[in-house]
T-cell receptor, first 116, second 112 residues
Framework: EAGVAQSPRYKIIEKRQSVAFWCNPI?????LYWYQQILGQGPKLLIQ????????DSQLPKDRFSAERLKGVDSTLKIQPAKLEDSAVYLC??????????????FGPGTRLLVL | GENVEQHPSTLSVQEGDSAVIKCTYS??????FPWYKQELGKGPQLIID?????GEKKDQRIAVTLNKTAKHFSLHITETQPEDSAVYFC???????????FGRGTQLTVWP
């Protein structure tokens, strides 16, 4: 079974530019998550989708971050405009069902973003 | 929200020795505690998890224990090997949808 795919793997941009990340979850997984992992820290949830609906976006900085999951499969995460503190690894994860308590989350390799 | 703390931040052991990583959590409603291994340049990979109705779980050289009363859980790796070298994250969840709260990670180095 193919895992969670993400692209690009690396991205370098200047502050105030925009950037987009793409995620393809494990086939058939209903729930998709985007996490931000700052160097030296654990991942922090930004947004959770179940199918194409947002379940939890309470930690998403909505003034600059946006995400969508059209057709309930692939997802994109966008930052516009980027700030220096957005430098991090952006991880996508998926889980099979509703994403409820205790459901195993499978992570992709991440996109490493550096904002100069 | 939940707060998960993890110790130590770095751990060095000799090959064949045991390694123990400890985590505490604050939300008594949390009921799911996974452990992830993250190798350089890769995403976190689930290695073992435990739910609050179980006190201990073992999978070959890896075991996890949970003390709900004290709100702490631990990862035990026996007979460590160089390929166990990685960053290990504990997490807690279950009180808020699928949200997982991660510790800050432990860099484990196993010396041959």
């Amino acid at each position: 079974e193919a895992g969670v795919a993400q692209s690009p793997r690396y991205k370098i941009i200047e502050k105030r530019q925009s950037v987009a990340f793409w995620c393809n979850p494990i086939s058939g997984h209903a729930t998709l998550y985007w996490y931000q992992q700052i160097l030296g820290q654990g991942p922090k949830l930004l947004i959770q989708f179940q199918n194409n609906g947002v379940v939890d976006d309470s930690q998403l900085p909505k003034d600059r971050f946006s995400a969508e999951r059209l057709k309930g499969v692939d997802s994109t995460l966008k930052i516009q405009p980027a700030k220096l503190e957005d430098s991090a690894v952006y991880l996508c994860a998926s889980s099979q069902n509703s994403g409820g308590a205790g459901e195993t989350q499978y992570f992709g390799p991440g996109t490493r973003l550096l904002v100069l | 929200g939940e707060n998960v703390e993890q110790h130590p931040s770095t751990l060095s052991v000799q090959e064949g020795d045991s390694a123990v990583i400890k985590c505490t959590y604050s939300d008594s409603a949390s009921n799911y505690f996974p452990w992830y291994k993250q190798e350089l340049g890769k995403g976190p990979q689930l290695i073992i998890d435990i739910r609050s109705n179980v006190g201990e779980k073992k999978d070959q050289r890896i075991a996890v224990t949970l003390n709900k009363t004290a709100k702490h859980f631990s990862l035990h790796i026996t007979e460590t090997q160089p390929e166990d070298s990685a960053v290990y994250f504990c997490a807690g969840g279950g009180s808020t949808l699928g949200r997982l709260y991660f510790g800050r990670g432990t860099q484990l180095t196993v010396w041959p």
